[in-house]
């Protein structure tokens, strides 16, 4: 086997173009230390990248109201949500790690805005209702896009993603029981459950990014098995999913175009409006400046943090370094 990925006359690299075709086409996994294309490569580290910040970065619309929850048990399971959240960003640098990422350079990108993160974590959580919508919408929608990259073709990111999903779907359950519980209450409680529907409902369906048709990225990360459906399918699927669960509740989804079609047997829904998308995405949202200025903020107060840990771990290393000499 050629040991070198630079190219050489003797064909070593169509080789290994081969291999790593036959590896994608036979549905095995790529794993770190096989040969991959760049652009393979580049496009994960950006999508791994994209995933962790929209992890993080997700903390914070919820996060404000952990001080706030109306009792310890809904504190608890709040707590334990947005910290699942923490642990879902850790796991994805380190898999962009797995690719020859730098965190350092990653976390300099998110809060530099020059690498992006969910469009919906750009929009405020004004009622506690908000915290039970984000479960069921966001946490659902997260649930339909990261089931498939489960076995996504890069092996650390479809490993990553088979404990991320187990807690995505406590984090739906929760949402949903919260919403439940409000909608037994008064008609105020109900009248705020159905306000934070009809907020978050179309930011949500944003969630799956532009339609297919316009979305140029994808046909490549379907043919290397990184994402393995459509925006547009994504989205249906979310749709199909949800409308029976806003019945169980009673709330009204806020689209005069939704309806069973018997034919399809799926829903018609109405389109989001992909120009709000696209003004969120770069970066005039509600909620962007403050967003990021806190990441920044949590960052740079963290640092002596992070000094500590390295000197720590150098005075540990040399500390073994003189115990082995010692021992020699
Ligand atoms: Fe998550
Ligand atoms: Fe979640």
Redesign the pocket.
């Known amino acids: 086997m050629p040991s070198s990925t630079s190219s050489s006359p003797d064909g070593a690299d169509e080789r290994l173009q081969e291999q790593f075709d036959r590896t994608i086409a036979r549905d095995q996994r790529v794993e770190p230390r096989d040969w991959m294309p760049d652009g393979y490569r580049k496009t994960l580290i950006r999508q791994i990248a994209q995933h962790a910040h929209s992890?993080i970065i997700?903390m914070q619309p919820e996060g404000d109201w952990i001080t706030r929850a109306p009792s310890l048990r809904r504190k608890a399971i709040l707590f334990a949500?947005v910290q699942?959240?923490a642990g879902?960003g850790l796991y994805l640098y380190s898999a962009a790690e797995t690719l020859g990422a730098d965190r350092e350079d990653l976390v300099e990108r998110l809060i530099s805005g020059r690498q992006k993160y969910s469009s919906i974590f750009n929009y405020p959580t004004p009622t506690f209702a908000d915290v039970g919508v984000i479960?069921w919408f966001?946490?659902g929608a997260?649930i339909c896009n990261q089931v498939p990259l489960c076995r996504s073709s890069y092996g650390p990111y479809a490993r990553a993603m088979v404990r991320?999903c187990k807690?995505?779907s406590f984090?739906?359950r929760q949402g949903y029981e919260l919403l439940m519980t409000m909608m037994r209450g008064t008609e105020e409680q109900r009248a705020m459950v159905q306000d934070a529907v009809d907020r978050w409902w179309w930011p949500s369906l944003m969630m799956f990014g532009p339609p297919d048709d316009d979305s140029p990225n994808s046909a490549r990360s379907m043919a290397w098995r990184i994402k393995r459906h459509s925006n547009d399918e994504l989205r249906q699927r979310f749709v199909d999913m949800t409308v029976p669960q806003a019945g169980k509740l009673g709330v009204t989804l806020p689209d005069p175009e939704l309806r069973w079609n018997e034919e399809r047997g799926r829903h018609d829904f109405g389109t989001p409006d992909f120009t709000e998308l696209m003004r969120v995405i770069k970066g005039d949202g509600p909620c962007n400046a403050e967003r990021i200025g806190r990441r920044r903020a949590a960052h740079e107060e963290g640092a002596w943090v992070r000094e500590a840990a390295a000197a720590h771990a150098a005075k540990q290393a040399r500390r073994e370094e003189q115990e082995k000499e010692h021992a020699a």
Do not use: F, M, R, Y
């Open positions: 992890e997700g949500k699942d959240e879902h479960g966001v946490d997260a991320v807690e995505e984090h739906q």
